[in-house]
């Protein structure tokens, strides 16, 4: 019989730690097809970064290095200083990139460091129990908001792709989202866009993807994903912040 | 030995560094060490390396973190407010033994303190400034010639160990021009690094740097494997040197700039009739305890002089172990010690153990 639906190669045959429901999984997929696509996985270095995902290296088939949380764009700097020709991505969720490491994340970008970044905005801390993130919606109930994010207390949430895409070194910028196949088909073209404006040196590319956290949500996976839809992209909204004619 | 030149003593670790393979450096600016930086600014282009500055201390000692992962010869420098924030990172490079070099400048503490020299960070260097069961070889250079080939030694080091290297100096040895005589060609050990991150290029299995073991059963391990690297480093890499030593009856310990100043209290003593000498640790980690040794049956007692409250005479007093009383001279807050101070402790020294001693025994008999 035809083989018509296979893991990817980029992606190791092995179980997966992250919850049902989760899109982190889906994520993966679409940066291993893309690797997969380009036929790159050789030469391609991962960072892995502190979240859910510390142990993206467990999944992901090439080379990898998992760095201190927020850092992971400037070990991808080192690497890529060091080894222009390999292609450098780095998997970080939002507190990652958005708080701790928002200033190596800026940087990288304002020096329009050659580096592809996939960006999981889930709106909430994972790994650590669900508390709030600089994603974190208004209103929207963490574990550290139990009333609430309320803007007085504790701001607001931050639009990174709008924030990067003021900077000249970033390249390429969009945002989508993995609440259904058409979404997530999408995503794919722009993680695959962001691969690609690397391995032309066109500069910093970044995707952020629009993620779920069914178990610290207290939602089913189904209701997550509505979620998304409805809730989140409202205050996230999809498309190219930067580089919309960039050919690549 | 070949060409000599006038340096600055940060400018001599600069110029090491690329004698030695080093092509790519990670910095942020901070007093008294930031000639390193202008020199690689200058120099790295030319060679076809990278010089970057980053955004942060933080940052910098990431993309040495990145860098070094993959095989590459790299390095970072910073003075003590500068190193505490690298700490973080450190600690990474020590649990995923990822080879690299970083220069501290030491100035006075704690907080901002000032830009004037000290000895102040020899706790954060020899003892782990970062969390976890980790050492980092720590070398203590006291001129500018010794600057530029301990640097080139520590890349050595780094590469055979797979671990961090510290050159810890202070805003003296930084700032001070000496003749530096290069070797014509540099002692470059090269080693084979299969752990390297570089993209495994269809031929071999996925490399990890990491440092992450949830299982704690697997990071013990991981721990114990450390450990023994370190024991081995301990017993091959021990490095000091003895001065004055072998009619010696009192001892001064000191290491950097101040071991220079007591060379010169040393010969002064001497004009007066007291012998006396000096154990210089070379290596700070590892803790040349065998000096020690070789002096205990003569050393009638020690003298430890730093520029801090006294945070090597720690280690000296594990060395001594009790058998010797140890004495204490340090000076803070960027003061350096002087001369005729220092002579005078060794005096009193000189008047209750060795003088009085002689006179006890003499009594006794």
């Known amino acids: 019989?035809?083989?018509?639906?296979?893991?990817?190669?980029?992606?190791?045959?092995?179980?997966?730690?992250?919850?049902?429901?989760?899109?982190?999984?889906?994520?993966?997929?679409?940066?291993?097809?893309?690797?997969?696509?380009?036929?790159?996985?050789?030469?391609?270095?991962?960072?892995?970064?502190?979240?859910c995902s510390y142990n993206s290296y467990d999944y992901f088939s090439c080379d990898m290095i998992q760095a201190p949380h927020g850092r992971a764009p400037a070990v991808a700097t080192g690497v890529k200083r060091c080894r222009p020709d390999c292609v450098v991505f780095t998997y970080q969720g939002d507190g990652d990139l958005a708080a701790i490491g928002t200033a190596e994340i800026v940087h990288a970008a304002a020096r329009g460091e050659n580096i592809t970044v996939i960006f999981i905005n889930n709106t909430v801390y994972g790994m650590t129990s669900g508390q709030m993130a600089p994603t974190t919606l208004l209103n929207q109930y963490t574990t550290t908001t139990p009333y609430g994010r309320?803007?007085?207390?504790?701001?607001?949430?931050?639009?990174?792709?709008?924030?990067?895409?003021?900077?000249?070194?970033?390249?390429?910028?969009?945002?989508?989202?993995?609440?259904?196949?058409k979404h997530i088909k999408?995503?794919?073209?722009?993680?695959?866009?962001?691969?690609?404006?690397?391995?032309?040196?066109?500069?910093?590319?970044?995707?952020?993807?629009?993620?779920?956290?069914?178990?610290?949500?207290?939602?089913?996976?189904?209701?997550?994903?509505?979620?998304?839809?409805?809730?989140?992209?409202?205050?996230?909204?999809?498309?190219?912040?930067?580089?919309?004619?960039?050919?690549? | 030995m070949g060409q000599?030149?006038?340096?600055?003593?940060?400018?001599?670790?600069?110029?090491?560094?690329?004698r030695a393979g080093c092509l790519y450096y990670f910095g942020y600016p901070i007093t008294p060490q930031t000639e390193i930086a202008h020199y690689m600014a200058r120099k790295l282009p030319e060679r076809g390396g990278v010089f970057l500055q980053a955004e942060s201390e933080v940052a910098a000692i990431n993309m040495v973190y990145g860098a070094g992962s993959t095989g590459t010869r790299v390095m970072t420098s910073s003075s003590s407010p500068g190193i505490s924030l690298k700490q973080e990172g450190l600690s990474y490079l020590a649990g995923a033994q990822v080879p690299a070099v970083v220069v501290n400048i030491m100035r006075a503490g704690p907080?901002?303190?000032?830009?004037?020299?000290?000895?102040?960070?020899?706790?954060?260097?020899?003892?782990?400034?970062?969390?976890?069961?980790?050492?980092?070889?720590?070398?203590a250079p006291a001129s500018v010639q010794e600057l530029y080939e301990?640097?080139?030694?520590?890349f050595n080091l780094a590469d055979r160990y797979r671990i961090v290297v510290m050159i810890l100096g202070d805003g003296i040895l930084g700032q001070m021009m000496e003749v530096v005589e290069f070797r014509d060609e540099e002692l470059i050990e090269h080693y084979d690094k299969p752990w390297a991150v570089t993209g495994h290029g269809n031929v071999r299995e996925q490399n990890v740097i990491t440092s992450i073991h949830l299982n704690p059963a697997v990071l013990e391990n991981m721990n114990r494997n450390l450990q023994e690297k370190y024991e081995l480093i301990k017993k091959k890499e021990c490095r000091y040197e003895l001065f004055r030593h072998d009619d010696a009856d009192l001892f001064i310990v000191a290491y950097g700039t101040v071991a220079r100043i007591a060379k010169s209290v040393i010969e002064m003593a001497r004009r007066e009739g007291i012998k006396a000498g000096l154990i210089r640790p070379v290596t700070l980690w590892p803790f040349p305890t065998e000096a020690f040794e070789k002096v205990m049956d003569r050393a009638k007692a020690f003298l430890t002089v730093e520029m801090s409250s006294g945070q090597m005479l720690e280690d000296v007093l594990l060395a001594v172990n009790g058998r010797r009383k140890v004495y204490f001279h340090g000076r803070m807050g960027g003061m350096v010690p002087a001369r005729e101070d220092i002579l005078k402790v060794i005096r009193d020294m000189h008047e209750k153990h060795v003088k009085n001693y002689k006179a006890a025994v003499t009594a006794g008999s």
């Not at chain 1, 889906?26 to 696509?37: K, P, Q």
């Not at chain 1, 803007?151 to 931050?158: A, C, R």
């Open chain 1, 1 to 51: 019989m035809a083989v018509v639906f296979q893991k990817p190669k980029a992606l190791k045959d092995t179980l997966m730690h992250y919850c049902p429901g989760c899109t982190h999984g889906i994520a993966h997929r679409l940066v291993a097809e893309v690797i997969d696509e380009l036929e790159i996985e050789g030469k391609t270095v991962g960072i892995a970064s502190v979240g």
């Open chain 1, 150 to 181: 309320i803007s007085d207390l504790h701001g607001f949430p931050i639009n990174v792709c709008e924030l990067l895409a003021t900077l000249k070194g970033a390249a390429y910028i969009e945002r989508a989202s993995l609440h259904d196949i």
């Open chain 1, 186 to 248: 999408k995503a794919k073209e722009a993680v695959k866009k962001a691969f690609k404006v690397q391995l032309a040196k066109k500069g910093f590319s970044m995707v952020e993807l629009l993620s779920s956290c069914p178990t610290n949500w207290g939602l089913s996976p189904a209701e997550s994903l509505r979620r998304i839809e409805q809730e989140m992209i409202p205050q996230y909204p999809l498309g190219v912040f930067k580089g919309e004619d960039l050919e690549v």
């Open chain 2, 4 to 18: 000599k030149r006038l340096m600055r003593g940060n400018e001599a670790i600069a110029e090491a560094a690329i």
């Open chain 2, 111 to 139: 907080g901002l303190g000032g830009i004037q020299p000290s000895q102040s960070d020899y706790f954060q260097a020899c003892k782990g400034g970062g969390h976890g069961d980790y050492r980092q070889i720590v070398l």
């Open chain 2, 150 to 154: 301990l640097t080139v030694e520590a």
